[in-house]
């Protein structure tokens, strides 16, 4: 009997903020046909609002039920994630997740099982919770005509970054909310290190590319950085400051892919989104840009995306992968990028990194310089991710045509 004729039980890891948001969302919605059959949780001891024998703590009761045909898996553990999932996937149960971590550190190995155990995998949560981007990007858009997909992923860090530009807060209160409103992970280093947009960004690129890569391998960056200095820039020329996850098609059909933070000006789709909303910007061939807005975290947002894929599996909806089929590219760190990068003091400045520098500026405490690189100088971290240092991407980063280069001797002179 295929699941699309069966009622949908479900065995819930995880009660926290969407595994709760999710039991709710399922009471409001009773045309899905779906259930909760059993929930496991780790701290028995805290206080549910559901009753009390839907609980266990025992992963076995749920992995082990032949009556759980579907595992929604919702905890924030990724080991723990992984013994869950790959073990109903063996076990041919569905399984639903929202889990970036595990997902973008296990891909390869995830597909496989899928493919051996014939077990639909869905995470459509996993990646700007509300918004519908992997489906979109899986369905939708033919590798050949994506030119670009360009994102705030993590809404944490737009919230911080938000309350910190809006309401002046610092960076400490900032974060603070964050975690009380439930956006960021248990260990917020994911989130303010970019990390997490880095495992979204790297779920993207399987999804919009076909291209499988490890997400340590990706240059990224987080909000950590970010001095007062970047923010008066950003004033003074009428920017705003995101954390920007971007994959984009280069002329010889190679893909660029990183997750820095970037200065957006008016112009831009993702310059309104603040607070925890995602966005993300899609670029194509024919359509020329497609916008997509909503919220990147929280209970009820998140759940939505889990239920869709609750829903889709009513259907039997599975990823095919299509691209990792037929179209597979590969990353490359041959582009050049207009950045901005702030030192304390200008002594620190290494301007031979640079291809051309167009603007400088220094206070008694901090010199920042405006120039064009070449990508693969951001492979030695020791430079731009060193204390006291910040790299932020120039809105309409990618440089196409090279100016010529500066002179050694003119840029000497300029650093005198
Ligand atoms: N911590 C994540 C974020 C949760 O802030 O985006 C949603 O993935």
Redesign the pocket.
Known sequence: MSIQQKQLNIGLFGFGVVGSGLYKVLQQTPSLNAQINKVCIKHPEKKREAPGDLFTTNAELLLQDENINVIVELIDDAEAAYHIVTTALKAGKAVVSAN?KLIAEHLPELLALQEKHNTPFLYEAACC?SIPVVRNLEEYYDNDLLAGVTGI?????NYILTRIAEDKLDFQQALLQAQIEG???SDPTL?IEGI?AVNKLSILLAHAYGTIEHPSAIIHSGITQLQEHDAIFAKEKGYKIKLVAQARKQPNGDIAAFVLPQFVDQGCQLYGVGN?YNGVVIESGFADKQFFYGK??GSFP?ASAVLSDVSALRYDYRYEYKKLRTQKVKLTTDFYLRVYVSFEGLFHVPHERFERIEEWSSNDKRCSVVGIIHFSQLLDKGWWKKKNASLILLPDAFVDRLPEKVTKKEDEAVFA
Do not use: I, L, Y
Request: charged fraction near 30%; glycine fraction near 12%; charge should be negative.
């Open positions: 970036k919770a992923v993590n809404g944490s860090t956006f960021a992970e989130d997490d925890e990147g975290a998140t």
